[in-house]
């Protein structure tokens, strides 16, 4: 499956965004979906999983603010992203497996290619 992650853009802190991730090849209603960011000079970490039968997980940084949603319709997976931090500045990934929904970015197979998200204060 390739993925495609847009979106991204600069915004005042406690404005929104939405990031979404595009799939083809492979139909995503089979496929558990995160979503994963990385700052500079930092580890990439978990945001927010959705897998195939429903179920969400949330970072606690983020949970309240951001909201991960699925069209399976339009073979996409959105990321909304509401009262943003300058901490969340980073770029985004999305990424998917088909056997686990997980916080851990080493078990995704499929990663889309980023998208940057900037957060002034």
């Known amino acids: 499956v390739q993925l495609q992650a847009s979106g991204g853009g600069l915004v005042q802190a406690g404005g929104s965004l939405r990031l979404s991730c595009a799939a083809s090849g492979r139909t995503l209603s089979s496929y558990n979906m995160g979503w994963f960011r990385q700052a500079p000079g930092q580890e990439r970490e978990f945001v927010a999983a959705?897998?195939?039968?429903?179920?969400?997980y949330y970072a606690d940084s983020v949970k309240g603010r951001f909201t991960i949603s699925r069209d399976n319709a339009k073979n996409a997976v959105y990321l909304q992203m509401d009262s943003l931090k300058p901490e969340d500045t980073a770029v985004y990934y999305c990424?998917?497996?088909?056997?686990?929904?997980?916080?851990?970015?080493?078990?995704?197979?499929?990663w889309g290619q980023g998208t940057q998200v900037t957060v002034s204060s």
């Open positions: 990424a998917a497996d088909p056997s686990v929904v997980s916080i851990k970015a080493n078990e995704y197979d499929w």
């Open positions: 959705n897998g195939w039968s429903g179920s969400t």
